[in-house]
Every structure is written in C-alpha cells, then in structure tokens.
C-alpha cells in the first residue's frame, strides 16, 4: 500500500498544473515583438492580450534604463520620456512608443522589456539611419 501511495504522490506530482518559477506561459500576447521604423522618427501602437504587464526596462542600443524615478508601474496608465524615446502604458492592452529622428549613421536598437507575473517579453524596435 505504502508503493502505491508514492508511486501515486509521484504521478501527481508529474502532471501537476503548477509551473516552475519562471516558466510561465505567455499572458501578454504581443500583437507584434519587432517593429522596423523610419529614420525621421515614427510611432507604433502595440497590442496586449493579457492586460497585468508593466514596462520593465528598455534599452536604446547599449545603454540600457531600468529605473523609472517617480513612475507608478503598478498604474494602468503612464509615460517614460527619455532619451530618445517615449514609451506609453496607454491602458491595459496597449502599448505606445515613439522614436526621435535618428541622428546617427547606423541603426538604432530599441527594446522594451514586458512582464507579468513571472513571465516576460520583449518588443524590439530597429530604427533606420539617418
């Protein structure tokens, strides 16, 4: 009887629903995750099927911002100004970013890091050069 209750405990524990940590499924549903933009500075409006993300951080080719000073993430709406970017939390499924011109010679990498819960996406933006 003790075999049968491990062996149970065991079976259980297989095809348990519970995930690891960090191995969640997606619950943002990007509408897209990569974004070509013009050199003159552009805009794009980014869907979500899942409506609990934040911003996480976001990176403009190697520099990369990870504290919003005086931003409530937890909010459903609100607006990261930095740099060369702006990046809105609109409401709870859409996501809006705008790029300046790009000044430079060569491409710019922009990325916006999503998460919610333990899961986590990315939307990467390529701006033309100038």
Not at 43 to 50: A, N, R
Not at 53 to 82: E, H, P
Request: aromatic share 10%; charged share 25%; proline share 2%.
């Amino acid at each position: 009887m003790k075999k049968i209750i491990q062996f149970s405990m065991i079976i259980i524990a297989l095809f348990s629903c519970i995930k690891p940590k960090g191995i969640w499924d997606d619950n943002i549903h990007l509408s897209t995750k990569s974004v070509d933009l013009n050199a003159s500075g552009d805009s794009v409006t980014i869907k979500t099927g899942g409506n609990t993300w934040r911003i996480s951080d976001i990176s403009v080719d190697s520099t990369w911002y990870y504290d919003f000073t005086g931003v409530d993430l937890q909010a459903d709406s609100y607006s990261i100004k930095l740099d060369c970017f702006d990046v809105e939390h609109r409401d709870k499924n859409t996501l809006f970013i705008k790029v300046q011109a790009n000044p430079k010679n060569t491409k710019r990498i922009i990325t916006v890091g999503l998460e919610a819960g333990d899961y986590f996406d990315r939307v990467t933006i390529t701006q033309k050069p100038n």
